[in-house]
C-alpha cells in the first residue's frame, strides 16, 4: 500500500499542476492583456516542461510496480497513470515543452489573421505546429498510424481508420438529406435586435436550469466559446451575435454541457486521474444532448419561446411551432459552430480528412487552403467566400489539437444512443422540458 499511496500523492500535485496550466489557457482566451502573449507562451511553455518531468518521473515506473490498489477505484487510478506515463515517456521533454510554447503562439497569430483575413500570415506558424505534432505523433506511434497516435489522446483506442468507415457509410447520406430538406420551403428565423446583457442574463438562467453550479464555475466572452476546468472550478465562455440569439444561448448550452459533466464527477476523485470527463467523445455527447436532444426539442423550445417573447418582446415569428422550426432549420452556411445538425458532422468530415492527412504528410500547410475551399464546394454547393469562414475559423489547428475533431462526431453518436435509452427510461420527460426544466434529464445524466 506503501507505493499506491506515495505514487497518489505524487500525481495528485501533478493534477494541481495541470489545472493551473488549464487556467492559464482560461485566461489567455478571456482576460489576458494582448501585449503579454509572448510572456505566456514562455510560461507555459515552463510550466509544460514541468507537468512532462513529473509525467515521466522514473519513480512512478517503481511505484507502479509495487503499488496494490485497494478496490476498484483505485485500480482504475493505476491503470489511467500508467497510460499517462507510457504515453509521454516516448516523447522528448524538448518537444513537449516547444509544442506548449507554440501553440500558445499560435493562438494570437490565428487570431489576428482570422481578424484581418489574412491566410498567408498564419501559414508559417501553422507549419511549425503541424511539424511539432508530426514528430510527436511519430514518437508515439512508433512505427504505426501517426494520427492513430493523435487520436488517442482524445478518444481511447479509436482509430483513423474507424472514424473513416463510418464517415464513409454517413457523408452520402447526409449530402442527400441536406440537398432534400433544403428544396423544401425554410422555415422563418428570428428577426431583431437582441441586446448583449439581456441574451447573457437568458443565457444565465437556461445554465442554472441545466445544473450549472455558480459557486463552482462563471461565464465569460470569447472569440470561439469552450469549457475549461474540473472539480470545484469549471468555468465556460459563449458569444453573441445582436442579430442571432440563437448563437449565444445554443453555444451556452453547450458549454453547460461539458461543465455540468465535469461538476457532477464524485467530488471525492478531485485532483486524481478518474476526476475527469472519460474522453472528449463521451464530453461530446454530453454537451450535444444539452444542446441538441434537450435544447431543441419541441417541448423545451416551446418555453423558450415563451420566455424570449417577454425578454425580447415581438421578434416576429407567430407561435410556438414556428420558433420550434427556427431553433432546428437546416440552412446554407460556413461555420461549423452555427450549423445545422443534419450539416454538422459534413464540417466534421472535412477537417478529419485534411487534418488526417496533414499529419500523414500527403498534403502540406501550403496546400490546406484549396483543398479546404475544394471540399467545402463539394459537400456544401457554395464556394468559400472569406477566411474567416474557411480555414480560419477553428482555432483547434493552431492549439496542436490534431485528433480532437472526429470526437465531435462520435459525441453526436454517443448522444442519440443516451437519449433513446434517457427516453425510454423517462417517459414523461417532455412535461419537464415544457416548464423550462430539464432537471429529470440532467439527473438521469
Known sequence: MSGFKDLMAFQRQTEALAQVAGRLGWDQE????????????????????????RRTDARIGVWLSRAKAPDAVGEAKLRLIRRVYTRASKVPGRLAEEIACVTSLAQGVWAEARAKENVAAFLPTLAKVVALKREEAAALAGGGDPYDALVDDYEPGMTGAAMADMFRAMRPRLVALREKVLGAPAPKGVIGRFGQDAQLALSREIATAFGYDWNRGRIDLAVHPFSSGSGHDVRITTRVSETDPFNCLYSTLHEVGHAVYEQGVDPAYALTPVGQGASMGVHESQSRTFENQ?????????????????????????????????????????????????????????RFDLERALIRGTIEVGDLQEAWNTRFRADFGVAVDRPSN????????????????????????????????LRADLPDLDAGLARGDPSAATGWL
Not at 494582448?34 to 511553455?45: D, K, L, N, T, Y
Not at 472526429?406 to 435509452?421: D, E, F, K, R, W
Open 30 to 53: 478571456t482576460m489576458m492583456p494582448e501585449g503579454a502573449s509572448a510572456q505566456r507562451s514562455e510560461e507555459i511553455g515552463a510550466l509544460e516542461a514541468v507537468l512532462h518531468a
Open 294 to 350: 434537450l435544447g431543441r426539442s419541441r417541448a423545451f423550445t416551446g418555453w423558450l419561446y415563451g420566455r424570449m417573447r417577454e425578454v425580447f418582446g415581438d421578434f416576429g415569428i407567430a407561435d410556438a411551432e414556428g420558433f420550434y422550426r427556427a431553433a432546428n432549420r437546416v440552412h446554407p452556411g460556413y461555420i461549423r459552430t452555427e450549423s445545422d445538425e443534419v450539416q454538422y458532422n459534413l464540417h466534421v468530415m472535412l
Open 390 to 421: 474557411g480555414m480560419l475559423q477553428d482555432v483547434h489547428w493552431s492549439c496542436g489539437l490534431f485528433g480532437y475533431f472526429p470526437t465531435y462526431t462520435l459525441g453526436n453518436v454517443y448522444a442519440g444512443c443516451l437519449m433513446q435509452a
